[in-house]
């Protein structure tokens, strides 16, 4: 096969980390935040896979699985969290539950 | 195999952009799919089957089915588009968009401003990551189930009712 | 049980420590806090016992434990001397100590800060202890401190009311003076000795300053004795003992009367070595001694508050043992301190009931009548102050007094008029406490009380009221202390006068203040002023203020503002405000505010990784 240059990739995943976090950083409702935080992990775990299709090494996928790990979970409780935000605050607007200021 | 990764990344991009500036959720979530899914076509065309296997199932599969049962379980409907619609003016999208640029900018330097490497594929199949996972990574394995273990008891405990509506038990879990 | 005397003074000291390491109830708290010092007590009466009761001939005890420090030849160690002098003072102290221990286990309780009361109580007891025990001066300045700080502390105890600080505070800084004063005194003897151990002092100073260096000694002894005067509240440091009663009544009884204003007594009578060398150090003790019987009697006289009167008849009866040591009376005055240890722990204690079933009622004048509401504090009273006024005979008093109203007479040059103003001291004392007495429980009654029946309360009060009339006949194992030949010629009509005086004394107080009330004011009207004067401890407190604090406040307030203030310090406390302020801007709450700052981070450390 031919193969596809790593820069490539690593450009990809660039690209989407960085919409990722554009992402994060606009969105209000949380739900979007924590779905633009996946893009972000997504992102991470490319450029993880595509090391390891490069280097031939299966270390890259091995961290691929911990990614995917780490984002379950974190999914899990982000949206534990949004539930109880919504519980108490009945919204899921982001700059709403900002009571730790001063 | 050159076509389908750059086509499949051509989707990817497109598809992440309307995730991060669509206002109706669900469709959002969707097109979060379809990313992912393109994604796990990118992982085929690299030779890593076993990675694309694995972001249909669990990230495609799992984590977007749950994100949607929460959003229907908040269940906040046509007033959430409005919102939606309110809280994204063009406006908000400057400095934002200007930060991921900055971030972007030192990657691509990065990137394409050394010596050119020659590219290389290797097929990396199921049966040598197992033999990794088994080998030298076993403890990763044990840290990702204490991490999904802690993740599950603190998910069950914040998703939990307040103590006062415990009590009465009413129908709502 | 020689061999144990380091216990005496270190029992107390774990008890202190036990009580602030760990939380207490109120039982064990009291336990632990008499138990120290009870066993001290029955650790120094059976060295007592042991050596067949420190006969004539007894050689003194040191114990050394280790040497504290050394430097460039002054080695004091951290050692024990016991003899006659020390054994009496350990015995009143632990045995009047253990006594008010037992006793603030009835007065302090319910009190929050219980455990907190005993540990201090514990502290001062030890710090007592090491002072009258010390074999060098370096000790006993240990001690002298302990006591002055455990104090401040006691007296300051119910620190909620700012009151109570003010009063702490005064009777520390003033305490303090004296101290600086005995602490140049210690630096003087040092140098010129090259040790502080307090035998090896006086026996070089018998030898070395003689003849032209006698003025040294007087130095010396002078500024002991300016220590002695701000520890025992005499002239002119006695300002702070009648301030000194917003402390706990039981902590008046033990410091403020028996004890730590003995400290003073204590130290001029050890040092006495040193004193018989200057005549004119002596005759200052006996006219400090003297002026402030006097002043403090007449002040006593017009107070009205129970404890005040108490306080200033503290002064006054330290003003007659400062003045038995200056006539060189030397046995005389440690013996009053112990009679006066016994009587006014007694009338303190009793005092302590009377204000506790009154519900905190501290004016005289608000009382009456109680005699047979409070009978047990009753007869403490009768009891205490019978000796306090040496009546004839039957009381511990009469014989103190007696003794140093015998040894002012024979003083050649101005014997005699020690003599009158000891004399008449004598019978101010009896007027003022017997007036004490009448106002209190007889006539009128004004408000009703009711007498705790405690055993905690009951006993101490009998013990103290027993020796009060008794303890005359205790003989204190002193004959070896001061070899001085001290029995003089016995005259044997001043015991006689002195009676007389003493009975004269009840008398007119029992005319003005229980047969004729109105007699009493109106005498009071006529003398408006001179019962202010005398009231406010003839000025002593308004003097020291326009001499030394409004000068000394009025500095401070000038300094506040002066120039390194404005120039250095405020612009970087106005530094400090500003980037506070903008640093809490950065504070706002609002989650995707912090992550646009993590991803500025970011930015940068990708950025700087990139092109370094």
Not at chain 2, 7 to 18: E, G, H, I, K, S
Not at chain 3, 150 to 162: E, M
Not at chain 3, 484 to 513: N, T
Request: proline fraction near 3%; hydrophobic fraction near 55%; charged fraction near 10%.
């Amino acid at each position: 096969m031919n193969a596809i240059p790593l820069e490539h990739s690593l450009l990809l995943a660039s690209i989407l980390f960085c919409m990722g976090l554009a992402g994060v950083l606009v969105r209000r409702n949380i739900i979007f935040i924590l779905m633009s935080l996946e893009i972000m992990f997504n992102a991470a775990g490319l450029a993880f896979v595509a090391g390891a299709a490069h280097w031939g090494q299966p270390d890259g996928q091995v961290m691929f699985l911990l990614i995917l790990t780490l984002a379950a979970a974190e999914v899990a409780v982000g949206l534990a969290i949004v539930l109880q935000v919504f519980r108490s605050f009945h919204t899921v607007d982001a700059d709403a539950v900002s009571e730790l200021q001063g | 195999m050159t076509l389908p990764y750059y086509a499949a990344a051509l989707v990817a991009l497109v598809a992440t952009l309307r995730v991060i500036t669509c206002v109706n959720a669900v469709h959002a979530l969707l097109y979060l799919v379809v990313s992912l899914l393109s994604v796990a076509v990118i992982f085929y065309s690299l030779g890593a089957h076993f990675a694309a296997a694995r972001e249909i199932i669990i990230y495609a599969g799992a984590i977007m089915v749950l994100f949607l049962f929460v959003l229907m379980m908040l269940n906040i409907g046509e007033a959430a588009v409005e919102q939606e619609r309110n809280w994204l003016s063009p406006g908000v999208w400057r400095g934002p968009a200007l930060l991921a640029l900055l971030l972007l900018l030192p990657l691509v330097y990065a990137l394409f401003g050394g010596e050119e490497v020659e590219a290389r594929g290797h097929v990396v199949d199921a049966k040598s990551v197992g033999m990794a996972l088994f080998g030298p990574y076993i403890l990763v394995v044990e840290l990702a189930s204490l991490l999904l273990l802690a993740g599950m008891a603190g998910a069950w405990h914040l998703a939990q009712d307040p103590p006062d509506e415990r009590e009465r038990g009413e129908g709502g879990r | 049980m020689l061999n144990l005397l380091w216990m005496i003074p270190v029992l107390p000291l774990a008890g202190f420590l036990l009580l602030v390491l760990m939380p207490h109830g109120e039982r064990r708290a009291a336990l632990i806090g008499c138990g120290s010092v009870g066993i001290a007590f029955l650790l120094a009466v059976g060295i007592f016992v042991q050596s067949g009761g420190w006969a004539p001939g007894s050689m003194a005890a040191t114990q050394t434990l280790w040497t504290w420090f050394e430097v460039e030849g002054l080695r004091p160690g951290i050692g024990f001397y016991l003899d006659g002098l020390s054994l009496t003072m350990t015995g009143i102290i632990t045995g009047v100590g253990f006594l008010i221990h037992v006793y603030s286990a009835y007065y302090m309780h319910g009190d929050a800060g219980f455990a907190r009361y005993f540990a201090w109580l514990n502290l001062f007891v030890s710090a007592m202890l090491v002072l009258v025990l010390a074999d060098n001066l370096v000790l006993l300045y240990l001690g002298w401190e302990g006591v002055g700080l455990c104090s401040y502390l006691l007296i300051g105890f119910w620190y909620r009311n700012p009151e109570n600080g003010y009063a702490a505070r005064k009777a520390f800084v003033v305490t303090r003076v004296g101290d600086t004063s005995m602490a140049i005194g210690l630096f003087l003897l040092a140098t010129h000795f090259g040790t502080l151990d307090i035998q090896a002092v006086q026996a070089a100073a018998a030898r070395d300053w003689t003849g032209e260096e006698r003025w040294l000694a007087t130095l010396a002894a002078l500024l002991l004795l300016g220590g002695a005067v701000g520890k025992s509240a005499q002239l002119p440091l006695q300002t702070w003992l009648p301030d000194a009663m917003a402390g706990p009544t039981p902590v008046s009884a033990l410091i403020h009367a028996a004890t730590m204003v003995t400290a003073g007594v204590y130290l001029i009578a050890r040092m006495h070595g040193l004193y018989l060398l200057s005549p004119t150090a002596l005759t200052c003790v006996a006219v400090v001694g003297a002026a402030t019987l006097l002043l403090a009697g007449c002040t006593a006289l017009c107070q009205r508050d129970i404890k005040r009167i108490l306080a200033w008849s503290t002064v006054s009866q330290i003003g007659y043992m400062f003045l038995a040591l200056g006539v060189g009376a030397w046995s005389a005055a440690i013996f009053h301190l112990m009679t006066h240890a016994f009587f006014k722990a007694l009338l303190f204690m009793a005092a302590g009931t009377v204000i506790h079933s009154l519900h905190e009622e501290q004016d005289i004048f608000n009382m009456g009548g109680l005699r047979r509401d409070l009978p047990f504090a009753y007869f403490s009273f009768l009891a205490g102050g019978a000796s306090l006024a040496a009546l004839p005979l039957v009381t511990a008093g009469f014989y103190s007094k007696d003794a140093i109203l015998l040894a002012t007479w024979d003083v050649p040059w101005i014997g005699w008029l020690l003599w009158l103003v000891a004399m008449a001291g004598a019978l101010i004392t009896a007027v003022y406490i017997f007036r004490l007495i009448f106002i209190v429980f007889h006539g009128e009654k004004q408000k009703s009380g009711h007498e705790h029946a405690g055993l905690e309360m009951r006993i101490p009060l009998a013990v103290l009221g027993v020796l009060a009339l008794v303890g005359g006949f205790i003989r204190p194992p002193l004959d070896d202390v001061f070899l001085v030949a001290e029995a003089a010629a016995h005259h044997a009509w001043i015991p006689v006068l002195a009676s007389l005086v003493s009975i004269l004394g009840v008398g007119i107080a029992w005319h003005f203040f229980l047969r004729h009330p109105a007699r009493a004011l109106a005498v009071a009207d006529q003398y408006a002023g001179l019962g202010r004067f005398w009231g406010s401890g003839w000025g002593f407190d308004a003097l020291y203020d326009r001499l030394f604090v409004n000068p000394f406040v009025a500095l401070a307030r000038a300094s506040r503002r002066d120039l390194a203030d404005r120039l250095l310090w405020n612009p970087v406390a106005a530094l400090s405000r500003l980037s506070h302020e903008l640093l809490s801007r950065t504070q706002n709450g609002q989650m995707r505010w912090y992550a646009g700052g993590i991803a500025v981070g970011c930015v940068l450390v990708v950025t700087g990784s990139v092109m370094l």
